[in-house]
């Protein structure tokens, strides 16, 4: 029931693009990117709603394959601040504010 | 945003022992929320603190283990009751509030304890 993310880690240089993949066993309705760094609280990053609408961060991206169940997040020309476990979270069932998140990507951008 | 605060940051408690974790929102919000989250692993949801009724918990947890208050919008407390070591984590609570026009959750920075 736990959506899994793939890949698990992902290490890049500074201004490389990286895709972080969220798959669900389950109907998606809505998929919430987080940001966890080290020792720190997640951070939300933007929303997609079924039919694809797209709310949240400015310079970060994704798509909502509702029919393969899957959502994934476009980090281009990452950043040094982009580095952190990201996590994909899905609603429980429909209608529903209980989110259940995915198993983390961490990615670690180097200089 | 909204900001939102935990206490203790941090602690170490005895077997046996019980820790009441406190959790603030500098706004109101309708739904609070809080989850377990073990060192480098995903966050797993234990209950939904619901102001004026009591709270659901989900699979795996009971209200003896964790209580759970929500005296106002702004408020909520979990207790680990009677712990053991293999309550060591940390404990994170969140808040629903309205971001970019939908309905998303905001984390406080979570409470990280240790069972000796």
């Known amino acids: 029931q736990q959506p899994v993310q793939s890949p698990q880690a992902v290490i890049l240089r500074e201004g490389e693009d990286a895709v972080i993949n969220c798959s669900s066993s389950k109907a998606l309705y809505s998929v919430h990117w987080y940001r966890q760094k080290h020792g720190e609280a997640p951070v939300f990053l933007m929303i997609l709603l079924k039919g694809g609408e797209q709310k949240g961060h400015e310079k970060i991206s994704a798509s909502f394959n509702e029919k393969k169940q899957q959502s994934s997040l476009y980090l281009t020309a990452s950043q040094l601040s982009y580095s952190g476990t990201y996590f994909c979270?899905?609603?429980?069932?429909?209608?529903?504010?209980?989110?259940?998140f995915g198993t983390g990507t961490r990615l670690q951008v180097f200089p | 945003s909204a900001v939102i605060s935990q206490k203790p940051s941090r602690d170490i408690c005895q077997r046996g022992t019980s820790l009441t974790i406190q959790c603030q929102v500098d706004s109101q919000v309708t739904m609070m929320f809080w989850y377990r989250q073990q060192p480098g692993q995903s966050l797993t949801l234990i209950a939904t603190a619901n102001q004026g009724s009591e709270a659901t918990y989900e699979s795996g947890f009971v209200i003896d283990k964790f209580p759970i208050s929500r005296p106002n919008l702004t408020f909520s407390t979990l207790t680990v009751s009677n712990m053991s070591p293999e309550d060591s984590s940390i404990y994170l609570c969140s808040g629903q509030m309205t971001a970019a026009g939908t309905d998303t959750q905001y984390f406080g920075p979570g409470t990280r304890l240790t069972v000796l």
């Open positions: 979270g899905t609603e429980k069932s429909y209608n529903t504010d209980k989110l259940i």
